[in-house]
């Protein structure tokens, strides 16, 4: 027998009437549990009514079935409002338990290392550097030569590298990154290039065959070594604290002149301790003043420009800052280290 | 290298403590890295003289000895060979102790008593030399404590010398160093000695040099009459303090002279040379040559040899030849003192494996012009140790001479370089110490002369260096000038890499970093094929033995790590570069990937709910949510390439381009990482594509003021119509109001026709400009439904 949409329509008003009427009238979880079975079981009321949908013209559905899935939902939802009415006054006495644990989540976190570069990176672009990043395969040119390390020259013993065939291999610094920059702008330049290195260091404690390092570049007319001075000593305050102290030591790189080793004060204040070795000084790495031959490779005219560049160990720095004392542990990534961070 | 203190003050007077001097040669870039005073406990231990000597009666090497130490006499057993009646040698009584740390006790050796001992030099830790008694001199008086026989001990630096300071591998260049840090300056060493008149050394030898370029100088000197033995103690434990082992005198003298001035010496045994010649010329490819630690070597047309009229006799600056080595009956030495390439001598010494004291200093460049000093130092010596005559007449050939170098400094450059505000005066102060020379002077302009055992001064920032040094760069004003250059603006690429970090971390991920080195068994299922594989061509190891080519891999390699302690469930990322061998061109394709890892179970069993583990949609919803915070709203999925994926798994197409996929890692691959169970979900995504599609420019879409109408529509359609499809066709038909779309039930099953899936959406529906009316949303989803219908056969799914 085919239904029409009005007497659908005028049957659905009057279940919504009858169960605000029932609903009204329950007084524990049993009389709402019997009304639940009534309206909404396979053989309620509601079901019975669905069942007619199917009887009516095809245009004439959507609505129908609209209406009748809103009289479904607000039964629902007036059944499970008053069985929760029953439960709360109930638990708020027996069953609530505020010291149960939360529900657990998943907690992020970053690498320890990539924090401090993080930290690193943050100083740096505040002091008006920019970020740069290159590869990690690189070219003997770009690794070496325009750094002015040519074939056989001893300095490359400093450097174990690890060869690709060809001209490639694994860059042994982020220098390669101040060559690729200057040969792409001209200057001003202020730059640093965070990276993962590559050495031929067997891994032990102290050692990794592949470690972060952050190299910095600035070149400009009229830049000096005090200004090197001046942006590492920043660094080391804002990094370690407005007492951390500077030291810088001559030493030789191929690719800057005068070149500098840099330590930074201990934590220990001077007194020494075993971190420092007693000597009240903490190493960190390597700088100078851009050697004039470097500026050739990239066309820059030393007659003009003058620049500094420095580098920094991100490991070194993290041990140092965390207190690890075996670098292999930032690369196991065991999640009871990680958590920690 | 090593120096020692009293060995340093026989060239410079100062009066630094050691611990003054430590300092000050590492802030003048000579680092020290440690600096030791040498203790020897010589309690117990005296002259002892060897009164007697006669055979033990139970051991043949052996010896029973009586010593008599002026306060009494011992009976010792003894065991060195050189033990004789009437030497002095040091002899520890009962209650001393040597070098090793024992204890000297009496007791019995072999069935005979024996109290005290008596010392070699090594027991007594003043050299290495082992093999006899030390042998005191005759006059040394008998009962005298052995410390008031050596002397207050020496303190020994061992210093980190730069490439660039070949000079300071000599005790005369840190010498120099102190003279320069104190202002003072270097103490002239004699060089004299008695020589044999009127004989011409042409008249014993001959030297020809075939190629002046990698042999600039080759200077000789020859000493007849010589008596090889052992050295004296001073000379012996002089190069024990500074790592030297004693071998005899000639040879020891040899390596003084080469310690004290930086320049290596030979000594060739005269009569082994054949044919009073000395040739120097290049190898012929292939030729083969015995060194002195009888290695047999195979050289190239590169190499250069010492050669007499017949044969090779030595690799110039590495190392001599094994058959014109001083043995104990030589009697006449032909003495070596050259220059020689610097780069030539590394070449060399790298090809063929073999670095030695002598080819460290060739190859950093030793004084072209300090052959004959050394040659006459050395011979010095040999008269005095070795009974030497040395001849009047040497050679001296010298076919390319090397001249200082002449350098302009302008003291204004030298200030605008290190931000100080020196004089010329100050600046012309430090030169002196440094045996820098001053040609002229004028107004700003100094010309300098840079002497030629200082290869690293050639250009005028090298002088700015040693000026900034001696200055001491504590003393430069640090200056923080302000940033040069404001406009430059942020590196996009790395700051979004920077804002992913966060979005996984957000989401709950922790940030891995792995080793990029990985092994080729484990790299194969992430490449095409093995050739593509990223290999170093000297790996340090198996495990480490090429560049990842997939991110992957590390991700699963932690996997594994975590697993094997008992951590099983993970949730992990990580951004790193990956590569690839180019098959096509020489060289490799690096690129960055974001990888990220759900592994086990996302909830545990709890007090609140059951344990869960993690599925395929996870790892999806993990994609899709990233995806939708780099604001690339719809990506299409695809079948996946890779052999590493289970069949639950997907591709990621971003308009039409494959940067990605999604899925379970299938048990191959896990039981390739020896992962036991695999439960594991993953997704990489290549970060340029990421980068590239990410939104830009981001604007604010207005946000509607009226209310928004839901509607949940539940369809009967063909089970192999993509949901994405679906979505597709329902936004295309539902009219400009559907706001959002939501998949809240699916079933595929008995309960619907075989062929079909039951879906129901919730839709959004809502309007910028008015309240949307029943009306219209009926509408709305009567087309969805009539589209539907008409392009897959959809059916609204009765109630
Ligand atoms: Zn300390």
Redesign the interface.
């Known amino acids: 027998m085919a239904e029409n949409l009005q007497t659908i329509i005028a049957q659905i008003s009057e279940i919504a009437a009858e169960f605000n009427k029932d609903i009204q009238q329950t007084k524990s979880r049993d009389d709402t549990e019997q009304v639940k079975v009534k309206f909404l079981s396979r053989k309620g009321v509601v079901q019975n009514l669905f069942v007619l949908l199917g009887t009516l013209e095809n245009q004439d559905r959507p609505r129908a079935g609209a209406e009748l899935n809103r009289l479904k939902n607000d039964i629902q939802n007036a059944i499970d409002e008053k069985l929760k009415s029953f439960q709360t006054g109930k638990r708020s006495i027996e069953l609530f338990d505020p010291t149960l644990p939360g529900k657990e989540y998943h907690i992020g976190s970053f690498h320890p290392l990539l924090q401090v570069l993080d930290e690193i990176k943050d100083i740096f672009v505040g002091m008006g550097f920019r970020i740069e990043e290159g590869n990690e395969i690189e070219t003997d040119y770009h690794n070496f030569e325009a750094l002015n390390i040519p074939p056989d020259h001893p300095s490359r013993d400093m450097h174990d590298t690890f060869y690709m065939g060809g001209k490639y291999l694994l860059r042994t610094h982020t220098s390669p990154v101040q060559i690729h920059t200057m040969e792409q702008q001209k200057p001003p330049i202020r730059m640093i290039a965070p990276g993962k290195c590559y050495r031929k260091d067997t891994p032990d404690a102290s050692h990794s065959p592949i470690f972060n390092q952050v190299e910095g570049l600035c070149v400009d007319k009229g830049v000096s070594f005090g200004d090197l001075k001046g942006v590492v000593q920043a660094f080391a305050q804002k990094m370690f604290g407005k007492d951390a102290k500077v030291r810088f030591r001559p030493s030789f790189f191929p690719f800057t002149e005068p070149s500098a080793e840099y330590d930074f004060s201990c934590f220990c204040k001077g007194k020494g301790c075993r971190v420092c070795k007693n000597t009240g000084w903490l190493e960190i790495s390597g700088a100078g003043m851009v050697d004039p031959a470097v500026f050739g490779f990239v066309d820059y005219d030393p007659q003009v420009y003058s620049g500094y560049a420095f580098g920094m160990g991100v490991e070194r720095i993290a041990m140092l800052k965390y207190r690890v004392n075996d670098i292999r542990i930032f690369y196991e990534n065991d999640v009871r280290f990680l958590e920690q961070f | 290298m090593k120096v020692t203190l009293k060995w340093l003050k026989e060239f410079v007077d100062f009066s630094l403590t050691p611990d003054e001097l430590a300092h000050a040669l590492?802030?003048?870039?000579l680092?020290v890295e440690e600096f030791y005073t040498e203790r020897h406990d010589f309690s117990k231990i005296v002259v002892g003289k060897v009164l007697s000597v006669e055979k033990h009666p139970n051991a043949d090497r052996l010896t029973v000895c009586t010593v008599d130490t002026g306060d009494g006499q011992f009976s010792v057993v003894c065991g060195a060979p050189n033990v004789s009646p009437g030497m002095l040698s040091p002899f520890a009584m009962n209650g001393g102790t040597v070098a090793n740390g024992m204890k000297i006790t009496s007791r019995e050796v072999r069935g005979v008593k024996s109290s005290g001992m008596l010392c070699s030099e090594a027991e007594l830790g003043l050299s290495e030399r082992a093999a006899g008694l030390m042998v005191l001199p005759e006059n040394t008086p008998v009962g005298l404590n052995m410390e008031d026989y050596v002397g207050n001990p020496d303190t020994v630096f061992d210093i980190s010398i730069?490439?660039?300071?070949p000079d300071c591998l000599s005790i005369i260049g840190i010498a120099r160093e102190i003279a320069a840090i104190t202002g003072t300056s270097l103490k002239k060493q004699k060089t004299t000695f008695a020589v044999t008149p009127q004989e011409n050394i042409d008249d014993y030898i001959k030297v020809d040099i075939k190629n002046s370029f990698k042999c600039a100088r080759y200077s000789g000197r020859l000493i007849q009459n010589v008596k090889i033995k052992p050295s004296p103690f001073w000379l012996a434990s002089r190069l024990h303090s500074v790592g030297i082992r004693s071998i005899n005198n000639v040879v020891d003298i040899t390596n003084y002279i080469m310690m004290e001035t930086s320049q290596p010496l030979h000594a060739f045994d005269y009569k082994k040379l054949a044919g009073k010649t000395i040739n120097v010329r290049e190898a012929v490819d292939g030729e083969k040559f015995v060194t002195l630690d009888e290695q047999e070597h195979i050289l190239d047309k590169e190499a250069l040899l010492i050669c007499d009229a017949e044969k090779p006799v030595a690799l110039a600056g590495i190392m001599g030849g094994l058959n014109s080595e001083v043995d104990n009956s030589t009697e006449t030495i032909f003495l070596e003192s050259a220059y020689f390439d610097p780069?030539n001598i590394?070449?060399t010494a790298?090809k063929i494996d073999l670095f030695t004291e002598s080819s460290r200093r060739f190859?950093?460049g030793t004084d072209p012009n300090g052959t004959v000093f050394a040659m006459d130092r050395a011979a010095k010596l040999m008269q005095e140790l070795a009974d030497g005559r040395v001849l009047s007449s040497f050679i001296d050939n010298y076919p390319r001479k090397i001249t200082p170098v002449e350098i302009d400094l302008s003291v204004k450059n030298t200030n605008?370089?290190?931000?100080?505000n020196l004089s010329a005066e100050n600046i012309t102060a430090y030169f002196p110490a440094l045996e820098i020379g001053i040609n002229k002077q004028e107004n700003d302009l100094i010309q300098i002369k840079a002497p030629t055992f200082r290869p690293?001064l050639t250009?005028e920032?090298?002088i700015?260096?040693e000026i900034?040094?001696l200055y001491n760069?504590?003393n430069?004003?640090?200056?923080?000038?302000?940033?040069?250059?404001?406009e430059?603006?942020?590196?996009q690429?790395?700051n979004f890499k920077?804002q992913v970090?966060h979005y996984?971390?957000?989401?709950?991920?922790?940030?891995?970093?792995?080793?990029?080195?990985v092994s080729e068994k484990l790299a194969e299922p992430f490449i095409p094929s093995k050739n593509e594989f990223?290999?170093?061509?000297?790996?340090?190891s198996r495990d480490?033995a090429g560049?990842r080519p997939s991110i992957l891999l590390s991700l699963l390699t932690?996997v594994a790590?975590?697993r094997n302690?008992q951590?099983s469930n993970?949730?992990?990322y990580e951004i790193?570069?990956v590569?690839w061998k180019d098959q096509q061109k020489?060289?490799?394709t690096?690129f960055t990937q974001i990888g990220g890892i759900l592994a086990g179970k996302?909830?545990?069993q709890?007090?609140?709910g059951p344990e869960e583990s993690y599925n395929f949609y996870d790892i999806k919803g993990a994609v899709a949510a990233l995806l939708h915070k780099c604001g690339i709203n719809g990506y299409e999925q695809g079948q996946v390439v890779e052999p590493f994926w289970d069949v639950e798994s997907s591709s990621i197409l971003i308009n039409g381009k494959y940067c990605g996929a999604f899925g379970k890692f299938n048990q191959d691959v896990c039981s390739l990482f020896k992962i036991k169970v695999a439960d594991i979900y993953g997704f990489f995504i290549n970060y340029e594509e990421l980068f590239e599609n990410r939104l830009k420019d981001k604007k604010y879409d207005p946000v509607s003021k009226f209310p928004s109408v839901p509607?949940?529509l539940a369809i009967l359609i063909d089970a192999n119509i993509a949901l994405h499809e679906i979505e597709k066709e329902i936004k295309n038909s539902a009219g400009p109001h559907l706001i959002k779309i939501r998949l809240f039930d699916f079933y595929k099953g008995e309960q619907v026709k075989k062929g079909k899936k039951s879906i129901a959406f919730s839709l959004t529906f809502s309007s910028k400009e008015c309240t949307l009316g029943?009306e219209e949303?009926?509408q709305a989803?009567?087309n969805v439904?009539a589209h539907l219908n008409k392009l897959f056969g959809a059916v609204?799914r009765?109630?």
């Open positions: 590492t802030m003048a870039g680092e730069t490439s660039n300071r780069g590394r070449r790298k190859e950093r605008k370089l290190l931000g100080t690293d250009r920032v090298d700015i260096e900034a040094r760069y504590d430069i004003i640090p200056v923080l000038a302000p940033p040069v250059n404001q430059q603006e942020a590196n690429k790395v920077d970090r996984l971390a957000g989401f709950g991920f922790k940030e891995t970093v792995a080793y990029s080195l990223a290999q170093l061509l000297n790996p340090i480490m560049f932690t790590y975590n302690r951590k993970l949730r992990l790193g570069n590569a020489e060289g490799f690096e996302s909830q545990e709890s007090w609140y509607f949940d029943d949303v009926e989803v009567n439904l609204l009765p109630g």
